[in-house]
């Protein structure tokens, strides 16, 4: 059973156009979701979260949205570098003494000249 | 700070083979994660410790999998005997104490080590 989902594999935006980045959970228990980047041959690397309580946080390029009822969430990048090629994880927490992360399949961003 | 240090980075083995990793965490860090991330797929986590005490361990395949922290620092993680669906990149993850975390509430991972069984 996939509770976090990201539905596009694949995603080519252009250097200074807007990327965004899709993530679908299911179950409604989580509270708390972040997006990780991922280079090849690293680990991934904490981006950007979200609370539940929140429906918006904004860091410098990175925003993500969470639309609670539609259980969606979504990460734009603006304006998009080449350097934010790389692939892209959503993750869904419980707070507190349950904390753990479910993964979404990612999306490999690729940002083009 | 430096980060999560896991090794090694890369081992091949053949199936019905063994194999061991290690993992130690950023200092202080009381909760350590073990996660599977086959090819195409997100990480999958297969255990979690508090200090040196197992929290979470329902996906780990106890049949040939095992893991420890002793001293509730450093980890190991091993593999006795190896299938060929084991193939993956193992990533280890440690997370600061409530008291220590700031306003973020992620885990830190480190690069990973990527097992190929033939």
């Known amino acids: 059973d996939q509770q976090v989902k990201q539905n596009s594999p694949s995603l080519s935006v252009q250097e200074g156009r807007i990327s965004i980045l899709n993530c679908d959970y299911t179950n409604s228990m989580f509270d708390y979701f972040l997006w990780y980047k991922k280079y090849p041959a690293e680990g991934p690397t904490f981006l950007i979260s979200?609370?539940?309580?929140?429906d918006k946080n904004e860091d410098g390029r990175f925003t993500v949205f969470l639309n609670k009822s539609a259980k969606h969430l979504s990460l734009h990048i603006v304006p998009s570098q080449p350097g934010d090629s790389a692939v892209y994880f959503c993750a869904a927490d419980f707070t507190g003494t349950a904390s753990k992360l479910t993964f979404g399949t990612g999306t490999r961003l690729q940002v083009t000249l | 700070e430096a980060g999560v240090a896991q090794s090694p980075r890369y081992k091949i083995i053949e199936k019905r083979q063994s194999v061991a990793f290690w993992c130690n965490p950023i200092?202080?860090?009381?909760?350590l994660y073990w996660y599977q991330q086959i090819l195409g797929q997100g990480p999958k986590l297969l255990i979690q410790f508090q200090n040196n005490g197992v929290v979470d361990d329902s996906q780990l395949p106890k049949d040939r999998f095992s893991a420890e922290r002793l001293k509730g620092v450093d980890s190991t993680l091993k593999i006795q005997p190896a299938k060929l669906e084991d193939s993956a990149v193992y990533l280890c993850a440690s997370r600061p104490s409530p008291s220590q975390r700031g306003t973020h509430n992620e885990q830190f991972f480190g690069p990973g080590t990527r097992l190929t069984v033939l």
């Open positions: 979200i609370s539940s309580i929140k």
């Open positions: 200092s202080g860090h009381a909760t």
